[in-house]
């Protein structure tokens, strides 16, 4: 996965295609394991084979990277099937953490960032 180079752990999005395939997350010292699910995956969503797959209606996540590779995922898999992916973004504000909905975030009507004023 360091092929990609992407800054940061991975661990979520491994963590996402075993829930997806409703599997145990192996040992780490069975990377073939790894490999060999990830690669059964990739080939049914290029297949269009997603029956069998749970794919998840929401998401929270803090906007790490994985968490951002996790939702492009998610995304793709919604909108391939039609079906809508609630998504809340967790970000820290000056009285501690706050949850918004990603609507709320980037698609406010006046096109402004919540708290910001034009």
């Known amino acids: 996965m360091a092929a990609f180079s992407v800054d940061g752990c991975l661990t979520d999005v ?4 075993f829930a997806m395939a409703n599997r145990q997350s192996p040992e780490m010292k069975l990377e073939s ?3 060999k699910l990830i690669e059964n995956i990739d080939r049914k969503i290029h297949a269009n084979e997603l029956e069998g797959l749970w ?9 790490e990277m994985d968490d951002l ?16 992916l609630t998504v809340l973004c967790q970000v ?7 949850i918004w909905p990603y609507a709320l975030i980037w698609h ?10 034009r």
């Open 92 to 98: 820290r504000g000056a009285g501690g953490l706050l």
């Open 69 to 84: 590779l996790c939702w492009l995922l998610l995304e793709y898999l919604h909108r391939k099937l039609g079906t809508k």
């Open 33 to 35: 394991k790894v490999l």
């Open 14 to 17: 491994v963590n996402l295609l």
């Open 108 to 117: 406010q009507a006046d096109g402004a960032m919540p708290g910001k004023r």
């Open 55 to 63: 794919i998840p209606t929401h998401l929270v996540h803090d906007g």
